[in-house]
């Protein structure tokens, strides 16, 4: 059953990859119907007879009706009882989206930009979460109240269009009124429905107006922008555009496909084919689609480039890491987005014709062979292009390499096949300025281990569908015969456009093979002996010490390619959490990072790690990763510890008292342990009953002969029984040392004697810091605009005694004098968000149960 499970989901998952891209293909396929007598040169020359003030008319109608959209924010914030100034709720509104509209997949996009702009300002999941449905619900709102009573009362008759349409508007108007009541019932009453764990509060009858004023509003400027850019028609009038908008929006929506691109330009083309020509309609479409939704979308980017470069750069100051500029995190993503639209680029042009009067020319310059190449490898790279898009985005330095390359080549390309100086000019100074970039490229992988993600799959399938499809419309003129495979000639561009569409779907065949021989997708499998001891070899050259956890042998081991590093982890639900940071060299610890982070995607799973340091912030940033800081960890300093003077009364009281009545400590070297193993089981025993409690895994040790026999052990006797027992974890170098399983039995003396005899040891053996391990919650802030976890924690670590003792295991510790090091979490942003923690909880949980 499980096995069948898994197929019908991987069954799914392809679906839900090629679906859009059918319904894409199909959108194109009957718009190429409705343009075969046109020609692309007659509509370029078309809008670009468009006079400026209908353009305008169209700008300040798409600024308005954005100005509404945030509206919808706005308003949310006051229906969560949580209001933000309207800058606050406007910018995260347009941000969110203005991008979701155009990349497609509105709900996942738009809540996830939402979530991470509204946690900024405090707002928790939950809040975040209403906002979002709010938000969701405004549109619809709208819709059914306005395309209700237009389509019940000022309905089209489909079947006049076609006889394969039985459907009746009207029919469609009045259910849509229906479920508009409903809506307004519900808030009069009051009532409040949960869908999976997540309430939903259908707001006070004042704001569902509010609601349904904002987004009737929107409505009708966005639909209004088309009537003002067609041309006058007497037959034709507002009421008729907007039902078609109504129609062609709802259609775009339904596909799937990113912004509704073809699927709605397609609807509107037919329903509006009665009143005008092709290339009347065409022309207003193609302006609205540029100003709607391009140009709100380039701004919207660059709004959200430059929030999160104000809000790294204050992180990264904080967090000392002087060395990565801001910009360094947005780098990487900038480029790969300018480097797939210059494949689309060079495609788009593979594709189109040529300008004829440089084509007169060409051959007295270029010789033909050359032409022909540069048109055959010009569509080629542009297909690289959008593959290497996604390693440039991941920072893979072979994608950094393989982008110069080919953007030279494509410059160069450009000009050989027709001379066409614009694109060879934006392919070389895209070049120029991604050449003094290298540092931000150091990942060291392979172009087939990266794991491409289904919005890059689904992007890059659309532009290839919509690359043939500009082809053949083209040279829609031109006679089909097995003979034009092989013509060449300066004007035999047919000929080689469809060489080219050969050439890029056997490059996607042997790239989709490769990629499925590749053996990154490593065997999930806990270490045997020999990983166990590869393990070893690298702690023992390492000067932390929290690292040996790996030796409890209860987590998945990754090591580098060299061995010279590894990484552990466990998995929880579809969370993929790391223990800490890597061990081992630091020049393999960015690319152990990526690995991990690519395994997880590639088993359709998501990447955290768990009770990290500030070493590796700037590479857990790079993945997209968010931090939360969940405590601070103890380190004493051991030349400044010492029993002598006012300072260390209360340790020398503490020793000399417990060695008064018959305790003595001693240090186990640890090929001796195994023989004290009946007797250290006892004590573990006598733990674990008045603990009420199990043996926990993950972030803690538990007792297990094989796992105890790698360490010295500290033990406390009285007499000849152990009474109290911590394996001791020592670090390279003398750097530091630190204990995992610490037991004791009724009997066993205050715990103070143990840490102080253990810090004394070690210091008589030359190491620097004794770790005391994590304090949680410890260190959060709770100021004013501190973020929200930090406010929940804070508020937890000052009153929460009923829960656990934070605060007294904080001050516990600091009876020591330690320096306090910042632990973090870095986990997925957005709902994923929640997801991780409920995952990291299940598999920590009984983390108290450590003291």
Not at 378 to 401: C, E, H, P, Q
């Amino acid at each position: 059953m499980k096995e069948n499970g898994s197929i019908q989901e991987k069954a799914l998952k392809v679906v839900s990859y090629l679906l859009p891209g059918i319904i894409f293909a199909l959108a194109l396929w009957t718009l190429d119907q409705q343009l075969n007598h046109l020609r692309s040169s007659y509509i370029l020359k078309s809008i670009a007879s468009v006079p400026l003030s209908h353009i305008g008319i169209a700008v300040f109608f798409t600024i308005l009706s954005y100005t509404v959209l945030t509206g919808y924010d706005y308003l949310a914030t006051r229906h969560i009882n949580h209001p933000l100034s309207y800058k606050q709720a406007a910018s995260s509104s347009f941000i969110s989206t203005s991008i979701s509209y155009s990349t497609g997949f509105n709900f996942l996009t738009g809540s996830s930009l939402r979530y991470r702009l509204y946690s900024i300002y405090g707002l928790t999941f939950l809040e975040i979460w209403e906002i979002i449905v709010f938000c969701v619900s405004t549109f619809w709102v709208g819709f059914c109240f306005i395309a209700g009573l237009l389509f019940t009362f000022y309905s089209v008759k489909l079947p006049a269009y076609s006889s394969e349409i039985p459907v009746q508007l009207n029919l469609i108007g009045i259910l849509l009124l229906l479920l508009l009541a409903a809506y307004f019932f519900f808030s009069f009453r009051k009532r409040d429905f949960e869908i999976k764990g997540y309430r939903i509060r259908f707001p006070e009858p004042k704001i569902a107006f509010l609601q349904l004023a904002l987004s009737s509003a929107d409505y009708l400027l966005s639909g209004s922008i088309i009537y003002f850019l067609l041309p006058s028609n007497s037959q034709l009038t507002l009421l008729h555009v907007l039902v078609f908008f109504a129609l062609a929006q709802l259609a775009g929506l339904i596909s799937m496909v990113p912004g509704g691109l073809v699927v709605f330009e397609t609807v509107m083309l037919f329903m509006l084919k009665p009143y005008f020509g092709t290339v009347d309609v065409i022309r207003p479409l193609l302006i609205f689609r540029a100003v709607y939704y391009f140009l709100p979308f380039l701004l919207g980017f660059l709004a959200l480039i430059f929030c999160e470069f104000e809000a790294r750069k204050e992180f990264l100051k904080k967090a000392g890491k002087v060395t990565y500029s801001s910009f360094s995190e947005v780098t990487p993503q900038i480029f790969s987005v300018l480097i797939f639209l210059g494949g689309i680029s060079l495609l788009f042009s593979g594709a189109l014709p040529s300008n004829p009067e440089y084509l007169r020319e060409l051959p007295y310059i270029v010789p033909l062979p050359l032409i022909e190449a540069s048109r055959f490898f010009g569509s080629i790279i542009g297909f690289l292009l959008l593959l290497l898009a996604n390693g440039l985005w991941k920072r893979i330095d072979g994608a950094y390499v393989l982008s110069l390359i080919v953007l030279l080549l494509g410059g160069i390309f450009a000009l050989l096949k027709d001379f066409n100086y614009q694109e060879a000019a934006v392919l070389l100074v895209l070049s120029a300025f991604l050449l003094p970039s290298r540092k931000h490229f150091y990942r060291k992988s392979s172009l087939l281990h990266q794991s491409f993600s289904r919005e890059n799959i689904i992007a890059i399938i659309l532009v290839l569908v919509s690359f043939i499809w500009l082809g053949l419309f083209s040279y829609r003129n031109v006679e089909y015969s097995n003979e034009l495979w092989w013509q060449f000639g300066v004007n035999s561009q047919a000929s080689s456009f469809l060489r080219a569409v050969v050439g890029i779907f056997f490059m996607l065949l042997v790239f989709g093979v490769m990629k499925m021989l590749s053996p990154f997708s490593k065997d999930i499998h806990l270490p045997g002996p020999e990983e166990l001891e590869l393990a070893k070899a690298i702690l023992k050259a390492s000067p932390e010490t929290w690292g040996n956890l790996a030796l409890t042998g209860d987590k998945y081991l990754l090591f580098d390619a060299r061995k010279k590093a590894f990484l552990m982890y466990g998995v929880s639900g579809k969370s993929w959490i790391a223990m800490g940071d890597p061990v081992g060299e630091s020049d393999q610890i960015k690319e152990l990072i990526w690995d991990f982070y690519e395994m997880s995607k590639l088993h359709q799973g998501r990447a955290v790690f768990y009770e990290i340091s500030e070493k590796y912030i700037p590479i857990y940033l790079d993945l997209g990763l968010t931090l939360i800081k969940i405590g601070e960890e103890a380190k004493v300093p051991l030349d400044s510890f010492t029993l002598e003077g006012k300072s260390g009364k209360d340790f020398r009281y503490a020793v000399k008292n417990v060695e008064k009545k018959g305790y003595w400590f001693e240090i186990i070297p640890p090929e001796k342990v195994i023989i004290l193993i009946p007797e250290l089981k006892k004590v573990s025993d006598a733990w674990l009953e008045m603990k009420t409690g199990k043996e926990k895994g993950f972030s803690v040790g538990f007792f297990d002969e094989k796992y105890l026999s790698n360490f010295p052990l500290g033990i406390v006797r009285n007499e000849d029984e152990i009474v109290a027992f911590a394996n001791v974890w020592t670090g390279a170098d003398t750097e530091e040392f630190s204990i995992d399983l610490m037991r004791y039995n009724s009997s066993a003396p205050a715990m103070d004697y143990l840490f102080v005899k253990l810090i004394l040891w070690g210091k008589e053996n030359g190491y620097k810091h004794f770790s005391l391990g994590m304090a949680p919650l410890s260190g959060l802030e709770k100021r004013q605009f501190a973020p929200l976890w930090h406010k929940v924690g804070a508020l937890i670590f000052a009153n929460g005694d009923y829960l656990y003792n934070y605060k007294g295991l904080r001050a516990y510790k600091e009876k020591f004098n330690p320096a306090w090091n910042p632990k973090y979490i870095a986990l997925p942003t957005g709902f994923k968000k929640s997801l991780a923690l409920k995952d990291i909880a299940a598999l920590i949980s009984g983390m108290k149960d450590l003291f």
